[in-house]
């Protein structure tokens, strides 16, 4: 599941490339249904997003590659530009002040984020990033920090899909695909007895065969 959603990204990266953005738009997009977990994927949707002036859409992607990983740089940087071209800076601040204090020292992004933020700090006689913390920021640290019990909740939807599929699978007697699907569904749900009793149905199934 992950290679497959890795080499969509790598196909949308060449059409992006190209300038073809409707094609890595749609590839990125099957990179996300194979991987609803890959925050670098959502990070590209973003990209793409922003290139077709469909800017809603893009902050919505790089807000949620950050619920995914809250330490993806990228999409730090990302925001921070996106804000600052709609001129909400206390929202650019925060994300700059993010990305250097997340950021490898000698990375050079790091520095840049680092004088971005405090230019845009001093432009301003009140203190954006402290108003845009009060208020908004609450709101999506608190999405972070509830971050692994929406993940358990969807990694149960998809394991029930892995379950299905492999249920299918038994019954047309393909037993590979049927365990490989279950055991992708315990992989997500490890604690469904039911995906574990079928696993051991099905081995002893091809077995005796």
Not at 47 to 72: C, F, H, N, Q, T
Not at 152 to 176: C, G, I, P, T, V
Request: aromatic residues 12%.
């Amino acid at each position: 599941m992950e290679a497959q959603a890795r080499e969509y990204r790598q196909e949308g990266l060449k059409a992006q490339d190209a300038g073809d953005l409707d094609v890595a738009m749609k590839i990125y997009q099957k990179a996300i249904e194979v991987d609803p977990f890959y925050a670098v994927a959502y990070n590209d949707l973003g990209v793409v997003y922003e290139a077709k002036g469909m800017i809603d859409r893009a902050e919505e992607s790089y807000l949620k590659a950050l619920k995914l990983d809250p330490y993806y740089l990228s999409s730090y940087t990302n925001l921070a530009l996106l804000y600052e071209e709609r001129r909400e800076f206390g929202k650019a601040a925060y994300c700059w002040k993010k990305r250097s204090e997340l950021g490898d020292f000698n990375d050079p992004w790091t520095k840049k984020a680092q004088k971005r933020f405090e230019d845009i700090r001093l432009s301003f006689s009140q203190n954006p990033v402290k108003d845009f913390e009060e208020q908004d920021i609450l709101k999506l640290a608190k999405d972070i920090s509830n971050e692994k019990y929406i993940l358990r909740h969807d990694d149960r939807a998809l394991a029930r899909k892995h379950f299905d599929n492999a249920k299918s699978s038994y019954a047309k007697s393909n037993y590979a695909k049927a365990v490989k699907e279950a055991l992708d569904a315990q992989y997500l749900d490890p604690e469904n007895k039911d995906i574990m009793e079928f696993i051991e149905k099905v081995q002893h199934r091809a077995l005796s065969e």
